[in-house]
């Protein structure tokens, strides 16, 4: 297979197995481009992109950035907080204006779940999903899939433990069904309050003993507390929860096997996962972040061949 199935990237789930081989074998490709002295090539020469960032982000919006400068795009960048959003204007008439500028495809954050789904609906432009909401955010979980791969060299049969806010978490989600589709196995693990009630009819199993999970697991990937997307309190302190769920080297040192530790970022040192555990040769943190500029370029190039150069 040489196209994706899809116009637009909303989410992982609507994605073939095929679809995520393309992306990740693709990805295999822009790496050593990036390795290279000269790291740019001219695939999206001519064509333009708007980065629309309605919510904050610091890894996402420089990847997605690198990775369309990376191609030759041309890029317009647009930060809702500094722009007439703040006077008032709505979701639909800044995107309008946007798209009336002849963008051929836009990458967009948004808070609201469904936010690049109503603009897929409503413009030619082909749609990235950048994150929306609690909903899901398909690149992080196609950078964890490759990070994962890469470091293991698999992942069929690889288990993977997913701990922290999962009632908040699109990146959760996103790695759920990635993971799945892809023959991993996928544990969530955290306390029943961020736990949501039909998670297991996703066919995953809920672990709330954090030493347990660990000592199944080939890879914990540390997720951090959403507060900004909790509107009560879902357990008594950050000191309760670091106790239950955080990671030290302590507990990584009680297993008997090494795991490899993952956060997606940004990460709240000392409280779901210790500098210690964060700065060791257990972590690949900044081999995701590396890996999400490779992972970013596939999907534009990708997107790209399919609605925009046909
Ligand atoms: N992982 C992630 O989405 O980070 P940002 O919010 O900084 O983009």
């Not at 309190?233 to 302590?250: D, I």
Request: net charge neutral.
């Amino acid at each position: 297979m040489s196209e994706l199935s899809v116009n637009h990237l909303l989410g992982i789930k609507g994605l073939t197995e095929d679809d995520l081989n393309l992306i990740i074998e693709t990805a295999d490709q822009f790496k050593d481009v990036l390795s290279r002295p000269i790291k740019k090539v001219p695939s999206l020469r001519d064509i333009t992109i708007a980065n629309l960032f309605f919510e904050n982000s610091t890894r996402t919006r420089l990847s997605f950035e690198l990775a369309e400068k990376r191609l030759s795009a041309d890029i317009v960048n647009f930060s809702a907080a500094a722009s007439s959003v703040k006077k008032g204007e709505t979701l639909i008439d800044t995107v309008n204006n946007i798209l009336s500028m002849k963008v051929d495809m836009v990458v967009m954050r948004h808070s609201r779940p469904g936010a690049p789904h109503f603009l897929a609906s409503r413009t030619k432009a082909s749609v990235i999903n950048a994150g929306d909401g609690a909903h899901e955010h398909p690149t992080q979980a196609l950078l964890d899939a490759y990070s994962i791969r890469e470091r293991l060299g698999k992942l069929q049969g690889v288990k993977v433990l997913i701990v922290g806010d999962i009632t908040h978490s699109r990146v959760a989600i996103s790695n759920i069904f990635s993971l799945q589709t892809l023959g991993a196995e996928v544990r969530v693990c955290g306390p029943r309050t961020l736990i949501p009630k039909h998670i297991e009819s996703l066919g995953v199993k809920v672990e709330y003993d954090l030493m347990k999970g660990l000592q199944w697991c080939d890879v914990a990937n540390m997720l951090r507390i959403q507060l900004e997307r909790q509107d009560i309190k879902y357990f008594p302190s950050l000191r309760e929860y670091t106790m239950l769920y955080g990671l030290n080297m302590e507990r990584l040192n009680q297993l008997d096997k090494q795991i490899v530790i993952m956060h997606p970022g940004p990460i709240n040192r000392g409280v779901e996962i210790t500098s210690e555990v964060a700065d060791s040769e257990h972590a690949i943190i900044l081999d995701q972040v590396e890996n999400g500029v490779a992972i970013r370029m596939s999907v534009l190039y990708l997107l790209a061949e399919k609605t925009v150069r046909n």
